[in-house]
């Protein structure tokens, strides 16, 4: 057994850390996805992992990935490209929405993604941050909801929690890129996100449309 309890060979990242590199949403990494060769077997590992996010990497060398929730496979997720992006130490990741490019820049990796790559969310503004803070785990109600507040809107800084409300057992998520990158192409603006306990998500809008989602990566427990 370990930190994380997982099998061997699972590399377990932590995405979007706070500036004194606590918090960050936990990622599952399974470096041969060929151990998991099908929807079916990649589906139950991410379930009894547990993550808001496994990604099985399929091509180490071209970053071919396939991600999953405990209870579903998505096209697209910000965490899981950023974490992949860092621990692979590529440029351009593949996706079946598309080609990913990412970078590094000091302490942080970015990557570049289109606003309708992201599965809907539910972007509702509070009044304050008290406001967002007193929510419970979940919020009453249906579907995805990522409640954000401003901080300081002059430059720029959100607080924000995220709520998955479906039954596979993530109550609140972490940190969630996919919903900054939402968040920041409604509002057409650089933003600087505080979600969850602690963790921190940069945003940048970029040329033809698309958004860089940008943070910090560490690695918490590497497979065996």
Wanted: net charge negative; hydrophobic share 40%.
């Amino acid at each position: 057994m370990n930190d994380y309890d997982v099998p061997a060979g699972i590399d377990v990242l932590r995405v979007f850390c706070g500036p004194d590199g606590r918090h960050g949403n936990a990622l599952g990494v399974v470096r041969d996805g060929r151990g998991h060769p099908d929807e079916v077997s990649r589906q139950e590992l991410a379930r009894k992992l547990g993550f808001s996010e496994t990604v099985f990497v399929d091509d180490p060398e071209r970053g071919h990935l396939d991600i999953y929730t405990p209870g579903l496979r998505l096209p697209f997720a910000g965490h899981p490209v950023v974490g992949a992006a860092w621990l692979l130490d590529l440029e351009v990741l593949e996706l079946g929405v598309g080609e990913v490019f990412a970078r590094q820049d000091g302490e942080f990796s970015w990557i570049t993604a289109r606003p309708e790559w992201a599965p809907p969310r539910t972007l509702q503004e509070y009044a304050s941050v008290a406001e967002v803070d007193a929510l419970p785990a979940p919020p009453p109600g249906e579907g995805w909801l990522y409640a954000w507040a401003w901080e300081d809107e002059a430059a720029g800084r959100v607080r924000a929690r995220a709520f998955p409300r479906r039954s596979d057992g993530i109550a609140e998520d972490e940190a969630t890129g996919a919903a900054a990158l939402l968040l920041s192409a409604r509002l057409g603006r650089a933003l600087n996100i505080r979600q969850g306990r602690g963790s921190q998500i940069l945003t940048a809008p970029a040329p033809a449309g698309t958004v860089e989602i940008g943070g910090r990566v560490v690695l918490a427990q590497a497979g065996l």
